[in-house]
């Protein structure tokens, strides 16, 4: 049982348009939300998260919207950058030493 | 300041062999957890260790253990390896752990293929 889908495998979007990615998660326990981003060869990078008590989170080019009553996050990146191009994780946390429940990711390519 | 350092990189054994990696968190971190990434599942909980101790584990047998040392370095052990264990193995160091709240930062991983 998934309890954190993130339905489109990849992504295609064009430099300097916005990416929007989308998540959604099945389990209310959930209380704390976060992005990473991963390169080939490299471990998971710490984009951005949110609060189960917030409905949105903005760091630079980065806002992470939280729903709730739909279970639903989203990750918008405004304007998107070549740089951008990478896998994107969805987790989530209960807090504790629970440990981060993933997502299986969304590949986001920026196209020229 | 130093990243978190996994060794090996790769890795190739043969099934029913045991294996040992390692991670080095950052330093002033006490909190190592590890993950285990695989195309058919993603990224999946192993356990959590604070202080020596382990916290938490995830949905893994118990051909999957782990360690943690008085310096916060820590291993992963998993014996009689079988053909699905082959993934990326992930280890992320964290102040205070508790589930990435108080922030990850993962290493870049240990390849390992079961042949």
């Known amino acids: 049982d998934q309890q954190v889908k993130q339905n489109s495998p990849s992504l295609s979007v064009q430099e300097g348009r916005i990416s929007i990615l989308n998540c959604d998660y099945t389990n209310s326990m959930f209380d704390y939300f976060l992005w990473y981003k991963k390169y080939p060869a490299e471990g998971p990078t710490f984009l951005i998260s949110i609060s189960s008590i917030k409905d949105k989170n903005e760091d630079g080019r980065f806002t992470v919207f939280l729903n709730k009553s739909a279970k639903h996050l989203s990750l918008h990146i405004v304007p998107s950058q070549p740089g951008d191009s990478a896998v994107y994780f969805c987790?989530?946390?209960?807090?504790?030493?629970?440990?981060?429940?993933f997502g299986k990711g969304t590949h986001l390519i920026i196209q020229p | 300041k130093a990243g978190v350092t996994q060794t090996p990189r790769y890795l190739i054994k043969t099934r029913g062999q045991q294996v040992t990696l390692s991670c080095s968190p950052i330093s002033g971190h006490r909190s190592v957890s590890w993950y285990q990434q695989t195309p058919g599942q993603g990224l999946q909980f192993l356990f959590e260790y604070f202080s020596e101790t382990q916290r938490n584990k995830g949905n893994f047998p118990g051909r999957f253990s782990g360690r943690q040392f008085s310096n916060s370095r820590s291993e992963m052990n998993v014996s009689t390896l079988e053909l699905g264990d082959s993934a990326l193995y992930l280890c992320?160091?964290?102040?205070?752990?508790?589930?990435?709240?108080?922030?990850?930062?993962f290493g870049s991983g240990t390849r390992l293929t079961v042949v």
């Open positions: 987790a989530a946390s209960r807090g504790g030493a629970d440990g981060l429940t």
């Open positions: 992320a160091s964290s102040l205070r752990g508790g589930g990435g709240h108080y922030g990850y930062t």
